[in-house]
T-cell receptor, first 115, second 116 residues
Framework: DTGVSQDPRHKITKRGQNVTFRCDPI?????LYWYRQTLGQGPEFLTY????????KSRLLSDRFSAERPKGSFSTLEIQRTEQGDSAMYLC?????????????FGQGTRLTVV | AQTVTQSQPEMSVQEAETVTLSCTYD???????LFWYKQPPSRQMILVIR??????QNATENRFSVNFQKAAKSFSLKISDSQLGDTAMYFC?????????????FGQGTTLQVKP
C-alpha cells in the first residue's frame, strides 16, 4: 500500500461547473476525512466517514458539496455549481480505529482553481 | 470554540542551528492530543510528533521535541540540528479526547526555511 492517494492532483474549472474528486485511503483504514486548505492557511475539517457512514459534516460544507464513501472504501467529494471561493486544496486523510489519537495519513491533495 | 494559534507566519534558520516554533491553543476540555504536522512543498502532510495532554513528560522524536505547558495552553516545537529537508510548512493541531470523529483542529501554519 502506497498511502493515501487523491485524483486528480490539479483541476481547473469554470465557474458554475461541477467537479468530483476521488480519495483512496490506506486499505485497512476505516476513518476517512476531507479537509479544505486555502493558501497560507491550515486545513479546515469538512467531513468524516467511519466506514461507509458519513458521521459529521462541517458548516463549511454547503448544499453544493456532497461526499460519499460507498462500501467503506474510496471516497468522492463533489462540488456542484463551483464558485471562485471554492478554489483551494482539498485534502483527504485516513486513520484506523479505535482511538481518536491514532495517526492520520494525508494524501497530496487536489488543488482546485475556479476561473 | 476550539482554536489553535501559530503567531509566526514565517521563520528561517541556518542549517545545523536550532529553531523553535510557537503554538497556543484554546479549549475548555482537559483531555486532548496535540500534534505537529509537516507539509513539505508539493508533498503530503506527515506527522512529526504527538503529545498526550495527560502526560507531563515532553515528547521527543530524534531531532524534534516539544515544550508542552498545559496551564498556559502552549505547545512549541523545537527542531535541533536543522536540515535542508526540514524546509516545510508546520502545523500545530489537536484532537479532543471526547471527539467521536478524531477530526484535527489546525493552526494557520508556520513556514520554515532552512538556509544552507
Amino acid at each position: 500500500d502506497t498511502g493515501v492517494s487523491q485524483d486528480p492532483r490539479h483541476k481547473i474549472t469554470k465557474r458554475g461547473q461541477n467537479v468530483t474528486f476521488r480519495c483512496d485511503p490506506i486499505s485497512e483504514h476505516n476513518r476517512l476525512y476531507w479537509y479544505r486548505q486555502t493558501l497560507g492557511q491550515g486545513p479546515e475539517f469538512l467531513t468524516y466517514f467511519q466506514n461507509e457512514a458519513q458521521l459529521e459534516k462541517s458548516r463549511l460544507l454547503s448544499d453544493r458539496f456532497s461526499a460519499e464513501r460507498p462500501k467503506g472504501s474510496f471516497s468522492t467529494l463533489e462540488i456542484q455549481r463551483t464558485e471562485q471561493g471554492d478554489s483551494a486544496m482539498y485534502l483527504c486523510a485516513s486513520s484506523l480505529l479505535p482511538g481518536v489519537e491514532t495517526e492520520a495519513f494525508f494524501g497530496q491533495g487536489t488543488r482546485l482553481t475556479v476561473v | 470554540a476550539q482554536t489553535v494559534t501559530q503567531s509566526q507566519p514565517e521563520m528561517s534558520v541556518q542549517e545545523a542551528e536550532t529553531v523553535t516554533l510557537s503554538c497556543t491553543y484554546d479549549t475548555s476540555e482537559s483531555n486532548y492530543y496535540l500534534f505537529w504536522y509537516k507539509q513539505p512543498p508539493s508533498r503530503q502532510m506527515i506527522l512529526v510528533i504527538r503529545q498526550e495532554a495527560y502526560k507531563q513528560q515532553n515528547a521527543t522524536e530524534n531531532r524534534f521535541s516539544v515544550n508542552f505547558q498545559k496551564a498556559a495552553k502552549s505547545f512549541s516545537l523545537k527542531i535541533s540540528d536543522s536540515q535542508l529537508g526540514d524546509t516545510a510548512m508546520y502545523f500545530c493541531a489537536f484532537i479532543l479526547s471526547s471527539s467521536n470523529t478524531g477530526k484535527l483542529i489546525f493552526g494557520q501554519g508556520t513556514t520554515l526555511q532552512v538556509k544552507p
